[in-house]
């Protein structure tokens, strides 16, 4: 790879691929949990190491360069089938989005984001307490039809019915993600986690992604061997239906 993937960081490399999606510094720390401010010195620092002078500049620049890369996947998150061009120097994988995925979850991925690679790091967190309740997500009609399609999904997922939950996703992910590597990933990320306890809406909101634009749908949700993780989810209008393309759990 270039010199692109050895002078930046993990997180301004995370920082650049979400730029490139379509976000800007206010989505990005929304999006991230962080300050603008925060966000703002990250791809100041990235422009700084790239010498170019704009942000977007920069985040073309990274996307490039991992698109060109013989071992890259594409706007693949899910199930990556080998070493990431960016891997980290103890061999993890680094998704589009700069999230680190150990060796020992290999996961199924999409063209905006996808699902499961942080649970095995997530099951060694130590358990925080108990979150206070959520209050109902105050949506529209349209927005209530996404978060339906997400939880319908996500209904699937729970009852451990791979190949029909693969089959409910949008085209993008099927192309990235055979059928067989959607059920090793799952039942590796997502059965230690347990029968699901609760899930309640937490955030959707549009992105302004390629080709049409996407919603991401976040849930907070609990399970019998975790109480608390942040599951999210991407959907692409296909047709009159709502398809899920990404799905991680943090």
Not at 106 to 113: D, E, F, H, N, S
């Amino acid at each position: 790879m270039s010199e692109v993937c050895r002078t930046l960081t993990e997180k301004e490399k995370q920082t650049l691929r979400l730029m490139g999606r379509g976000h800007d510094a206010k989505s990005l720390a929304r999006h991230l949990g962080l300050s603008v401010h925060t966000v703002n010195e990250r791809l100041r620092d990235a422009r700084r190491k790239l010498s170019v002078s704009s942000s977007r500049e920069a985040a073309r620049l990274l996307l490039d360069s991992e698109r060109d890369s013989p071992d890259s996947f594409g706007d693949t998150l899910l199930g990556e089938a080998g070493p990431h061009p960016c891997a980290a120097r103890d061999g993890s994988a680094i998704d589009r989005r700069g999230r680190t995925h150990r060796p020992l979850w290999v996961i199924a991925g999409v063209v905006l984001m996808s699902i499961l690679f942080g649970i095995a790091a997530l099951m060694l967190q130590p358990q925080t307490a108990p979150t206070p309740a959520t209050p109902p997500l105050q949506v529209s009609q349209r927005q209530a039809e996404i978060i339906r399609s997400a939880r319908d999904w996500l209904a699937i997922v729970d009852a451990g019915r791979w190949e029909e939950s693969w089959r409910a996703t949008g085209q993008s992910f099927r192309e990235m993600n055979t059928v067989e590597v959607w059920a090793s990933a799952s039942e590796q990320a997502r059965v230690p986690l347990g029968a699901l306890v609760s899930r309640a809406d937490l955030s959707q909101e549009s992105v302004p992604a390629p080709p049409h634009g996407a919603e991401v749908v976040k849930f907070r949700s609990s399970f019998a061997n975790r109480s608390s993780a942040i599951e999210t989810l991407t959907l692409v209008r296909e047709g009159q239906a709502w398809r899920v393309v990404g799905y991680w759990i943090d």
